[in-house]
Each structure stands twice: as structure tokens, then as C-alpha cells.
């Protein structure tokens, strides 16, 4: 079992930046991708950006592409999500999510353990 806490969200404006952290202790050892979901009020839980955690190949929605990257430091097993150029539609509860099967799928139901979730609010 790997256990997954977030931090760093908050509120910001339109355009601005904010940076999530994802620090996993557990089962590490055995971690194929580590992601990041959102979810915004009466809507489903989206996919935002993933990475291979051994060769750190990444993986994004197209929503997100060229505005938010995804990075790993592995001696400190924690995954950071660096979220710019904020939109309001960007806000949500954002999780943070680890599998140990290193496929390239990126469902929700492909993620086994998850962290409590995060609020973004981007709003001026």
C-alpha cells in the first residue's frame, strides 16, 4: 500500500502559478506512474498530467499541455505538478495517484492509491 499526501493549493488569479506537491511513503518501491486527477464541483474525475516513475516519461490532457508540467524528485519520492498560466477553469480538488503497472493508461479506475485531494481555486 503506498499513502499519498498533497500540498500547495490555494487560491490565485487568472494567469498565475501554483505549484502541488506529492509526497508517497509505503509501498514505493514498487511505483510504475504517478498522477495527477482534478475534479471540479458536479463534474467526473479528470486526468490531468502523469509520469513513469523509473525513466520519468510524461503525459498530459490536452487541456493542460504547455501550461502545467509534471516532475518527480525519486530520493524524496514526491511528485510536483507546476500548474501556470491558471485559468478558472483550471479549478478543482486536484489528487495526486500512483500505480504500480507501468501502462500508459490514464482512467481513474487505473489508479489504486490516492491522496486526500487538494483545492485550487483560481479566481480574481
Known amino acids: 500500500q503506498v499513502q499519498l499526501v498533497e500540498s500547495g493549493g490555494g487560491l490565485v488569479q487568472p494567469g498565475g502559478s501554483l505549484r502541488l506537491s506529492c509526497a508517497a511513503s509505503g509501498r514505493t518501491f514498487s511505483t510504475g506512474f504517478m498522477g495527477w486527477f482534478r475534479q471540479a464541483p458536479g463534474k467526473e474525475r479528470e486526468f490531468v498530467a502523469a509520469i513513469r516513475w523509473s525513466i520519468g516519461s510524461t503525459y498530459y490532457a490536452d487541456s493542460v499541455k504547455g501550461r502545467f508540467t509534471i516532475s518527480r524528485d525519486t530520493a524524496k519520492n514526491t511528485v510536483y505538478l507546476q500548474m501556470s498560466s491558471l485559468k478558472p477553469e483550471d479549478t478543482a480538488v486536484y489528487y495526486c495517484?500512483?500505480?504500480?503497472?507501468?501502462?500508459?493508461?490514464?482512467?481513474?479506475?487505473?489508479?489504486?492509491?490516492w491522496g486526500q485531494g487538494t483545492q485550487v481555486t483560481v479566481s480574481s
Open positions: 495517484a500512483s500505480r504500480v503497472s507501468p501502462s500508459a493508461v490514464f482512467g481513474a479506475s487505473d489508479f489504486g492509491s
